[in-house]
């Protein structure tokens, strides 16, 4: 079954303009993580911002947050005042139980920021 | 800032040729981890190496994978008698050991392919 799933296989944003990315989950676990990570056209993954599933607050790391909802299962990725330098891919991932273990990646969303 | 390297960034090789792809984690980073990326599709967790062992392994990391931790800094990906499909990027990551779990970081990747 499916745990991480992006529906988006490609967004168009314009410049400085805000996007959401989405990301839907499937755990039944109560403790895990949350992760969404950039993959530009050069091939390495740049990690962007982290929520665990007992974090009170929405993570937020500079243009970057996280939209947590927690019973819907969603952790939806926003970005605001996209720059030119925001298009690439971006995966979403989930880290389950253990803490420690394998990050199961989403298939990932495509982001082009137009000029 | 610390970051995982991975060399090299690229090789070819003859289809059947053993290859080694190495990856220096984070210093005080205790998980290592190594990833699979075939072109255009999503990330797939190959195995994670803790406490020189390994912890967990997909399907894909059969008797053709292993790994190893030769040294106090490197963490290598052997994949022997290599094959066509083996055709891909492959990442490292490594994590620090923490309650409630913590991102992986990734290295640059290593572009295989195999000819």
């Known amino acids: 079954a499916q745990k991480i799933t992006q529906t988006q296989p490609g967004m168009f944003v314009q410049e400085k303009e805000a996007v959401t990315l989405d990301c839907t989950y499937d755990t039944s676990d109560p403790s895990y993580g949350l992760f969404w990570y950039k993959q530009p056209s050069s091939g390495e993954m740049i990690f962007l911002i982290y929520q665990g599933s007992y974090d009170q607050q929405n993570a937020t790391e500079g243009r970057y947050s996280l939209n947590f909802q927690k019973a819907r299962k969603s952790a939806n990725l926003v970005i605001s005042a996209s720059q030119l330098g925001d298009s690439a891919m971006y995966f979403c991932a989930m880290r389950e139980p253990g803490g420690y273990q394998k990050v199961t990646f989403g298939t990932g969303t495509k982001l082009q920021v137009i000029p | 800032e610390p970051e995982v390297t991975q060399t090299p960034s690229h090789q070819v090789t003859q289809m059947g040729q053993e290859v080694i792809l190495r990856c220096v984690p984070i210093s005080n980073h205790l998980y290592f981890y190594w990833y699979r990326q075939i072109l255009g599709q999503k990330v797939e967790f190959l195995v994670s190496?803790?406490?020189?062992?390994?912890?967990?392994k997909s399907e894909i990391f059969d008797d053709q994978f292993s790994v190893e931790r030769p040294d106090g800094s490197n963490f290598t990906l052997k994949i022997r008698s290599t094959k066509l499909e083996d055709s891909a990027m492959y990442f490292c990551a490594s994590s620090e050991v923490r309650e409630g779990g913590t991102e992986a970081f990734f290295g640059q990747g290593t572009r295989l392919t195999v000819v």
């Open positions: 190496f803790y406490n020189n062992e390994i912890s967990e």
